[in-house]
């Protein structure tokens, strides 16, 4: 998914809302949650940004803080302006996902 991902760059340009994850190759629930995320992603691909950002990357700090991201897996949902709107931690059901999704559009 992280080959696939959204330019962070797009976020509050292109009149998309975005979710963003926050993860980590070591994180188990992040694998877990994976497969959903990657399914919600497919139903909304033309719709919403999905952002995939690695939290052990150092370049990902600046971001992490902004958000307040304190835990993984973290995903931040932001309007089409680029402000947040929610975060989700840990693993989520897809329905509650899709839920959050659909009040954003």
């Known amino acids: ?3 696939s ?8 340009r292109n009149n998309k809302p975005t979710v963003i994850d926050f993860w980590a190759p070591w994180c188990e629930n992040c694998r877990y949650s994976a497969p ?6 497919e139903l909304y691909k033309d719709q919403v940004n999905f952002v995939m950002v690695n939290a052990d990357d150092p370049k990902s700090w ?3 803080e902004k958000l307040g991201v304190d835990a ?3 995903l931040s949902l932001l309007e089409a ?5 929610t975060a989700l931690i840990g693993p989520v059901p897809k329905q509650w ?7 954003l559009l």
């Open 1 to 3: 998914m992280e080959k």
């Open 5 to 12: 991902s959204s330019s962070i760059h797009n976020i509050g």
């Open 36 to 41: 959903t995320l990657y399914q919600v992603e």
């Open 62 to 64: 600046p971001l992490i």
């Open 72 to 74: 993984i897996p973290h």
């Open 81 to 85: 302006d680029g402000t947040v709107d």
């Open 97 to 103: 996902l899709i839920q959050d999704i659909d009040v």
